[in-house]
């Protein structure tokens, strides 16, 4: 007799993230990949295997001379790793993209400086793996081909630091110092916000404003 075995990988995405036809804005992090306005939350994906395959290769190759039979090997894995490394987060992207827009007839997000988290040694690692501006250039994307309205807000808006209640403006919660600060009370009418939620509904009630209407 003759058996075989087969591992299958499988990454789950909610079918539901959102809810049906709703009015979402999201907030674009590191730690996660998102958090909606409603506070479901898309986690980053563990790209670790992929990553420590793709360092071990280059790692390999610095070794040998270059177009040696074993520096032709490596870069051979190499190049195999990043491919899935890209296909997986790809997919993820594609799933997550999917069920967005999907459950949606309005999407607000804003137009994050993720060059500038490049310079933090405390974000640049996790930008260059989860590569956040490929996921909103997804979403864009599909919003267009499926007619859901899609606002990107300037990059200067005070999304974090700006209470969704009573829209004043906490400046001790600003800057990449401070991005520590994951949960906070508004000083001047004392609601305890979530940083990423409150960010993800000043984004749509700012992305509402644009487009002249209010949420359902």
């Not at 009370?185 to 404003?209: F, M, S, W, Y």
Request: charged share 25%; net charge positive; with cysteine.
């Amino acid at each position: 007799k003759y058996f075989a075995v087969f591992n299958v990988e499988y990454i789950y995405v909610p079918e539901k993230i959102i809810g049906p036809q709703m009015q979402v804005g999201i907030d674009i992090g590191c730690s996660k990949l998102a958090v909606l306005s409603n506070g479901q939350e898309i986690p980053n994906l563990n790209l670790e295997k992929e990553t420590d395959n793709i360092i071990r290769y280059q790692k390999t190759m610095s070794h040998h001379k270059q177009g040696s039979i074993r520096y032709l090997e490596a870069q051979k894995l190499y190049n195999k790793s990043w491919e899935k490394f890209l296909n997986k987060r790809d997919d993820y992207y594609n799933k997550a993209v999917s069920y967005i827009v999907k459950n949606s007839i309005f999407v607000a997000v804003q137009n994050e400086n993720i060059i500038s988290w490049k310079h933090n040694p405390y974000l640049s690692h996790s930008i260059q793996i989860n590569a956040p501006r490929n996921f909103l250039d997804k979403l864009e994307k599909k919003c267009q081909q499926e007619g859901v309205t899609f606002i990107k807000l300037p990059k200067f808006f005070p999304s974090t630091k700006k209470c969704s209640k009573c829209q004043k403006i906490n400046e001790n919660i600003s800057g990449l110092e401070n991005l520590g600060i994951r949960d906070w009370d508004c000083p001047h009418c004392h609601t305890h916000h979530d940083r990423d939620v409150n960010a993800a509904k000043n984004i749509l009630n700012k992305g509402l404003e644009v487009v002249g209407t209010t949420a359902q």
